[in-house]
């Protein structure tokens, strides 16, 4: 017998052998018919695979991330037989479940697939999960599987054999087509109910640009019709909500391939927009005990050898910038960390002067390459709402609370009220990846996992996940289309402070180094824009919003009082315009509702001569007449944050 431990802390007892799908139709038949696969001692099983010792057994099911990845794996497998039963001689490269799916790279020899085929392979797919074929794994040795995909003349798969270690080589089998493939997969095809081919692309075998370009085909797939009906208005709402689209109408920002690719230039609607969350920002900052600092584009070379940030992505940042000095190299910053290391530095520091915290809206500069680089999301120069607090080691674990107090009550004036903390660890099994030693490791993760259960965060622990010199908080956040985005990261480091040999002088009139806690709140500013522009559609909340109104003059009799009217607001630091173009009123209306602006104000014979505006509030209507004081007073409470 060997005992099973479930994720509830209970222990049951079973015959040596038995899989994960018996387990779980000894618990319940209702759920066994959901079971896709399991997590077995931290690592994902097959449901049919044996167990033969004694384990932690977590049964994954279309809820769990693992158990949809799984999911869309097999499908993926599912894909690649109906394309070989279509096609005859084609060739896999690898198809792995991604964020949204999965997708498969193929060689088709001298045929070029096309989107107009997806119908075909998607009926194909159903018809071959409708025979409900079991997914059955079979362990092979590396001659035998050398044999196998030379006889079927399949390059790709010789060429990822050739780095795998013999006994650790797996094929899986469903129906008439044989993969190779670690795993582990669904029971069987018969879970697979809807299929729906997305896009395809071209991708260099290994990425490799000297090697053949292979057809990449993405597609998605789901245990019920209806979800696939879901996602795929899900898809075309967030096409309407794509913030490089937004951004274009509503003027917020441009890119020139004159200034370069993955700089954004900001425009003026999109500055006043930025400006605010700035300024929302720092003056949270200040009564939370910060001190802004600004620090330059450039570092000396030696800055970033000294932090490590040389050692670990030198190669791929910006070329450095040479000087007349022979031997003397400039980077563009690619972090605002080091800088402030050596801000800490220029004066003595005693412990009772800490923390200290300093923070700056840094912009930094990261070499990404052309084809990674999208919108906002994903830039070339970038702006951080970094902010570094230097500590003693006993405030750590408050200190880091207050900043997660900072963060909720940013997510919380900005409506995004969906989140999960991601604790991120080193990879225990990769310590060469980090810097440090192990014991300030367990310092910082322990403080941070301490910190984030005290303020009753919801968390999941990724391991692997940490900045190379230390752990980290990372806020995972859904905007209002379900969807899941980093913002927001707090991180704990015992490194940088050695490295730069900080110092204060403690109560024992000893030496001692101050531990960094490094933030931001928003992440970058480009991307949360970016999120923010997305989850709320362009409708920013009225205190962000670039325009907060917009005077809709009758006719030109009526224009001297639109200026009254917005001299008045504009006085009150409201901000907005007067559209003086000579057309119909109704046309002025529908153009401000395009445009998102909040407030409309219609003025004609009735309101200038009462002292009066007409209220119409985009997406909701008309709100009636109403005095100009009683409207400042209306939308200064609106937009108090």
């Given at each position: 017998m060997?005992?099973?431990?479930?994720?509830?802390?209970?222990?049951?007892?079973?015959?040596?052998?038995?899989?994960?799908?018996?387990?779980?139709?000894?618990?319940s038949?209702?759920l066994?018919?959901?079971v896709?696969?399991?997590e077995?001692?931290?690592?994902?099983?097959?449901?049919?695979?044996?167990i033969?010792?004694?384990?932690?057994v977590?049964l994954?099911?279309?809820?769990?991330?693992d158990?949809?990845?799984?999911?869309?794996?097999?499908?993926?497998?599912?894909?690649?037989?109906a394309?070989?039963?279509?096609?005859?001689?084609?060739?896999?490269?690898i198809?792995?479940?991604?964020?949204?799916?999965f997708?498969?790279?193929v060689?088709?020899?001298d045929?070029?697939l096309?989107?107009?085929?997806?119908?075909?392979?998607?009926?194909?797919?159903?018809?071959l999960?409708?025979?409900?074929?079991?997914?059955i794994?079979?362990?092979?040795?590396?001659?035998?599987?050398?044999?196998?995909?030379?006889?079927?003349?399949?390059e790709?798969?010789?060429?990822l054999?050739?780095?795998?270690?013999?006994?650790?080589?797996?094929?899986?089998?469903?129906?008439?087509?044989t993969d190779?493939?670690?795993?582990?997969?669904?029971?069987?095809?018969?879970?697979i109910?809807?299929?729906?081919?997305?896009?395809l692309?071209?991708?260099?075998?290994?990425?490799?640009?000297?090697r053949?370009?292979?057809?990449?085909?993405?597609?998605?797939?789901?245990?019920?019709?209806?979800?696939l009906?879901e996602?795929?208005h899900?898809?075309?709402?967030?096409?309407?909500?794509d913030?490089?689209k937004?951004?274009?109408?509503?003027?917020?920002?441009?890119?020139?391939?004159?200034?370069?690719?993955?700089?954004?230039?900001?425009?003026p609607?999109g500055?006043?927009?930025?400006?605010?969350?700035?300024?929302?920002?720092?003056?949270?900052?200040?009564k939370a005990?910060?001190?802004?600092?600004?620090?330059?584009?450039?570092?000396?070379?030696?800055?970033y050898?000294?932090?490590?940030?040389?050692?670990?992505?030198?190669?791929?940042?910006?070329?450095?910038?040479?000087?007349?000095?022979?031997?003397?190299?400039f980077f563009?910053?690619?972090?605002?960390?080091?800088?402030?290391?050596?801000?800490?530095?220029?004066?003595p520091?005693s412990?009772?002067d800490?923390p200290?915290?300093?923070?700056?809206f840094?912009t930094v500069?990261?070499?990404?390459?052309?084809?990674?680089?999208?919108?906002?999301?994903?830039?070339?120069g970038?702006?951080?709402?970094?902010?570094?607090?230097?500590?003693?080691?006993?405030q750590?674990k408050?200190?880091?609370?207050?900043?997660?107090?900072l963060?909720?009550?940013?997510?919380?004036?900005?409506?995004?009220?969906?989140?999960?903390a991601?604790?991120?660890?080193?990879?225990?099994?990769?310590k060469?990846?980090?810097?440090g030693t192990?014991?300030n490791w367990?310092?910082?993760?322990?403080?941070?996992i301490?910190?984030?259960?005290e303020?009753?965060?919801?968390?999941?622990?990724?391991?692997?996940?940490?900045?190379?010199?230390?752990?980290?908080?990372?806020?995972m956040?859904?905007?209002?289309?379900?969807?899941?985005?980093?913002?927001g990261?707090?991180?704990?480091?015992?490194?940088?402070?050695?490295?730069?040999?900080?110092?204060?002088t403690?109560?024992?009139?000893?030496?001692?180094?101050?531990?960094?806690?490094?933030?931001?709140?928003?992440?970058?500013?480009?991307?949360?824009?970016?999120?923010?522009?997305?989850?709320?559609?362009?409708n920013f909340?009225?205190?962000?919003?670039?325009e907060?109104?917009?005077i809709?003059?009758?006719?030109?009799?009526?224009?001297?009082?639109?200026?009254?009217?917005?001299?008045?607001?504009?006085?009150?630091?409201?901000?907005?315009?007067?559209?003086f173009?000579?057309?119909?009123i109704?046309?002025?209306?529908?153009?401000?509702?395009?445009?998102?602006?909040?407030?409309m104000?219609?003025?004609?014979?009735?309101e200038?001569?009462?002292?009066l505006?007409?209220?119409?509030?985009?997406?909701?209507?008309d709100?009636?007449s109403?005095?100009?004081?009683?409207?400042?007073?209306?939308?200064?409470?609106?937009?108090?944050?």
């Open positions: 060997i005992n099973i431990t479930l994720p509830d802390g209970s222990v049951r007892q079973y015959d040596k052998g038995i899989s994960s799908m018996q387990i779980a139709q000894s618990i038949e209702g066994a018919r959901n896709l696969a399991a077995v001692d931290g690592q994902v099983w097959d449901a049919s695979r044996p033969e010792q004694d384990a932690h977590k994954l099911t279309w809820n769990d991330a158990g949809k990845s799984t999911f869309w794996h097999s499908s993926a497998h599912l894909m690649a037989e394309l070989e039963a279509l096609y005859p001689g084609t060739k896999f490269g198809g792995p479940a991604i964020e949204t799916g997708y498969y790279d060689d088709f020899g045929k070029v096309s989107s107009d085929e997806f119908k075909q392979i998607e009926d194909k797919m159903i018809e999960a409708k025979t409900k074929e079991e997914y794994r079979k362990p092979v040795s590396k001659a035998d599987a050398i044999e196998y995909f030379t006889e079927k003349g399949d790709y798969k010789l060429d054999i050739k780095d795998l270690p013999d006994g650790a080589i797996t094929f899986y089998s469903q129906g008439n087509f190779l493939c670690r795993g582990p997969h669904i029971p069987n095809t018969g879970f109910k809807a299929v729906k081919l997305m896009s692309a071209g991708a260099y075998w290994r990425g490799d640009e000297t053949k370009q292979l057809t990449r085909i993405y597609g998605v797939t789901f245990p019920k019709a209806s979800e009906t996602y795929l899900m898809i075309e709402e967030a096409k309407k909500r913030h490089r937004l951004g274009k109408e509503l003027e917020l920002f441009a890119f020139s391939e004159k200034v370069g690719m993955g700089l954004p230039l900001w425009l609607k500055t006043a927009l930025r400006e605010r969350l700035v300024n929302f920002l720092q003056k949270a900052q200040v005990g910060y001190e802004q600092v600004i620090t330059p584009h450039i570092g000396h070379k030696n800055l050898v000294t932090s490590g940030h040389y050692e670990k992505y030198g190669a791929d940042s910006f070329q450095p910038i040479k000087t007349p000095q022979e031997g003397e190299e563009l910053k690619p972090m605002n960390c080091p800088h402030h290391c050596e801000i800490y530095k220029t004066k520091r412990y009772k800490l200290v915290r300093f923070a700056e840094g500069y990261r070499y990404e390459q052309s084809g990674e680089l999208h919108g906002l999301t994903r830039v070339r970038f702006t951080q709402d970094d902010a570094h607090l230097f500590c003693r080691p006993d750590v408050d200190e880091f609370k207050k900043v997660i107090d963060v909720l009550y940013v997510f919380k004036a900005l409506g995004f009220e969906n989140y999960t991601q604790v991120s660890l080193r990879d225990p099994e990769n060469a990846k980090y810097i192990d014991e367990a310092l910082a993760e322990s403080a941070i301490e910190a984030a259960a303020k009753g965060l919801t968390t999941v622990v990724e391991l692997g996940e940490a900045a190379f010199y230390g752990p980290k908080l990372d806020f956040v859904k905007d209002a289309l379900g969807r899941k985005w980093q913002l990261t707090i991180q704990v480091d015992y490194n940088l402070p050695e490295r730069f040999e900080l110092e204060y403690g109560s024992d009139n000893q030496k001692h180094r101050p531990v960094m806690i490094h933030r931001a709140p928003f992440g970058s500013m480009e991307r949360f824009i970016a999120v923010l522009i997305e989850h709320c559609a362009g909340p009225l205190w962000l919003s670039p907060q109104f917009i809709l003059p009758i006719s030109e009799k009526y224009e001297e009082y639109a200026k009254k009217v917005s001299d008045i607001l504009k006085d009150s630091d409201i901000c907005g315009l007067i559209d173009r000579d057309e119909k109704g046309r002025k209306i529908r153009d401000a509702e395009v445009k998102k602006i909040p407030y104000l219609v003025v004609g014979e009735k200038a001569a009462e002292g505006v007409s209220v119409r509030k985009h997406g909701t209507g709100l009636g109403m005095s100009i004081e009683d409207f400042k007073e209306q939308i200064t409470k609106e937009i108090t944050v």
